[in-house]
């Protein structure tokens, strides 16, 4: 059957209803376990041996042999796609994904994230600060 | 009143992407149209062979927005067979399901874009809601909305749980009540079916001659699709029925688009209820090749077409991705013939193009005498690419390739 204003009832029961759209800078939604938002390397687990660099697609991770067994970690935020791959290479863990997506940043030196060399043995609250 | 030749883009309000059409018209009729492409073009191809083949993937996955799956495991499946992995069957299982998830959002993003071309923008803000739920299934399950990243060499990167497939499958009634109400909408609102019906008119026989895919074609009453006909992933193992209608315009590309909706709700279905235990993956070796294959998969929006060429090393020797609007950006410039200038926008947008996935250079290099030069190989291309970028004030000639 042809007839026109066939949404009209949809609309209409729709007025007494509240708004979908999410609120978001106000309210923020719970991001799903396995997000890949921003990376953060733990030194103390790596070994140096550069597979998240191979893999990297953007060449965003730079790994630095600083001293015995101690390495630096280089990650440029503005160039890494959040693929994660680097995440699923690392056979030590030494790097995760966190739930962060709010990255957007004026200051382009800003997006440069070090992680300093850490001896290799397990130290809590390893995670230094970004410069 | 004699004939006018009207530019439409490469900015223009009605396309969200930058592409170039040329339309002579007779008052307010189309005598003529000229479909220009080669805005988006990003090299996508050269920059894959200098990549791994993991790297390329992730490239690939970034031809498109909407289809990122589609390229990621096109690609994916033909290096699979260059190196003669057999991928789990859950692994497959998975691929599907995603690939089949990634055709609802596109769908239904489609229908909200159509109906807004038409003016009616309640059907818009209605099915892009509803889109919202497959985009939060796909980021429950990927981790992302777009760009999932569900591939690995070898089969799927993330397994599914049980608790995710149970929110799955009530995601799937949802929708599923959802787009019955749409083909409800579809087949009373009188003026959609006005407005649609009669539009963008692709005869069965134009439609063969053009090669129009997907659904596109299936409108125009073209019975092919890749899943049934050129089975890959898990689709041997699935019942469903390829949508065909025989309207020709664009009404019957949105009957084609919802029913095929229904369909892949129902192949969702099946592939949560049949998933197979074991492993997701197998472990692929970095060095593929020599070989060379060629993969089809069915895109939303159709036959997406990728070629690799393998010479045993960690990097592909070529990498040639044919997506499927470029097989169906030809039959615009035929539906439009004879038709008004007031339907160039929905036309144009019921094929579902994506220009950033069909840009390539077509760009013939000229002599000083005017004639083309033929083919260049990729010593001179990189010489006359320094010579012109000088002219604009940029140096490359130290620049080192990858």
Known sequence: MIKPGAMLREVLRHMAKKPATEQYPFVKKEKPPKFRGKLVFYAEKCIGCNMCVRDCPANAIKITKKGDKQFECEIMMNRCIFCAQCVDSCPRKALEATKEFELAQLDPKKFKVVYEAAAPKPVENTEKKPE | MGKVTIPIGPQHPALKEPESFAITLDGEKIVHMNVNIGYNHRGIEKSCEGRTYTQAMYILERVCGICSHTHATCFIQGVEEIAGLEVPKRGLYIRTMIAELERMHSHLLWLGVAGHEVGFDTLLMYSWRDREIVMDLLELVSGNRVNYGMNVLGGARRDISPEQAKEILKGMDLLEERTKYYIQVASEEVTLIKRLSKVGYLSHEDALKLGTIGPTGRASGVDTDTRR???YAAYPELKFKV??????????????????????????????????????????????GPGEAVSRYEAPRGEDIHYIKA?????????????????????????????????VPIVIAAIDPCFSCTDRMIFSIKNPDGKATGSMDWK???????????????????????
């Open chain 2, 229 to 231: 006909d050129d089975p």
């Open chain 2, 311 to 343: 010479n045993g090393t960690e990097k592909p020797e070529r990498v040639k991705v044919r997506a499927p609007t470029l097989a169906n950006v030809q039959s615009v410039a035929k539906m439009l013939e004879n038709g008004y200038l007031a339907d």
């Open chain 2, 243 to 288: 949508v065909t209608d025989n309207h020709n315009d664009v009404y019957g590309r949105v009957i084609v688009r919802l029913g095929e909706l229904i369909e892949s709700y129902n192949m969702v279905r099946q592939l949560v209820n049949n998933l197979p235990e074991g492993p997701i993956s197998v472990k692929a070796p970095r060095k593929i």
């Open chain 2, 380 to 402: 001179a291309l990189r010489e006359y690419s320094i010579e012109w970028h000088k002219k604009q004030g940029v140096d490359f000639s130290k620049a080192k390739i990858r």
